[in-house]
Nanobody
Framework: QLEVVEGGGGLVQTGGSLRLACTASRGTLNTYSVAWFRQASGKDREFVAASRWNGGGSYYEDAVKGRFFISRDKDNNAVYLQMDALKLEDTAVYCC??????????????????WGQGTQVTVSS
């Protein structure tokens, strides 16, 4: 049973950067698609970015395109989310998920078997 853990959240000012890390124990992330979702207080969970397994490409929610970048570190069994030019509206709990969703569902949350507990990202003015 894969266990997924997020790290790297924190408090940052608008325009700043953070790098979130998704790591796993009891297995490898390399054979799964890995995605980041976020949920702001009082709002629904939303898709942020995904890295499809087996070289299937990366996908981003429109609001983060050009600011956020997802990458894999296969040697360290990790997936990172580099977040630049952060905005107030990026404040949320960010969760990492691993699974094998079909391409059309990669942004929906369906098909992801393993979820982390989340890490808080707070952007202040």
């Amino acid at each position: 049973q894969l266990e997924v853990v997020e790290g790297g959240g924190g408090l940052v000012q608008t325009g700043g950067s953070l790098r979130l890390a998704c790591t796993a124990s009891r297995g490898t992330l390399n054979t799964y698609s890995v995605a980041w979702f976020r949920q702001a207080s009082g709002k629904d969970r939303e898709f942020v970015a995904a890295s499809r397994w087996n070289g299937g490409g990366s996908y981003y929610e429109d609001a983060v395109k050009g600011r956020f970048f997802i990458s894999r570190d296969k040697d360290n069994n990790a997936v990172y989310l580099q977040m630049d030019a952060l905005k107030l509206e990026d404040t949320a709990v960010y969760c990492c998920a691993a699974g094998r969703p079909i391409l059309s569902a990669i942004h929906t949350g369906r098909g992801y078997t393993y979820w982390g507990q989340g890490t808080q990202v707070t952007v202040s003015s």
